[in-house]
């Protein structure tokens, strides 16, 4: 599956090169926040406590990743987000006025 993901996302990527919009391109990846408690065949949070909906670790410890040629440093943040917290973010980063 990750290989698939890295070659799906190197064809958006070139394509974007070729389109020259890269340099104005944003990209972000976000999770659904954890494993089904009740599906077992939809994966698993292990070592974290909880699952999808929950309050613990498992329900609300996701990645996400936001990638841009605008960004100048990488960084990691151990904050807690929520996805609305995107909007403003990108809403900005579109040169848009609040």
Do not use: I
Request: glycine share 10%.
């Amino acid at each position: 599956m990750v290989s698939a993901l890295d070659e799906s996302v190197g064809r958006v990527f070139e394509a974007l090169r070729e389109k020259r919009v890269l340099e104005d391109t944003v990209v972000v990846f976000l999770s659904s926040g954890g494993g089904d408690a009740f599906e077992p065949a939809a994966g698993s949070n292990w070592p974290l406590r909880g699952s999808k909906g929950s309050l613990w670790e498992g329900g609300t410890r996701t990645p996400a990743l936001l990638w841009s040629t605008k960004v100048a440093h990488a960084r990691v943040a151990m904050q807690l987000a929520h996805v609305t917290d995107w909007l403003p973010t990108l809403y900005s980063a579109a040169g848009c006025n609040q």
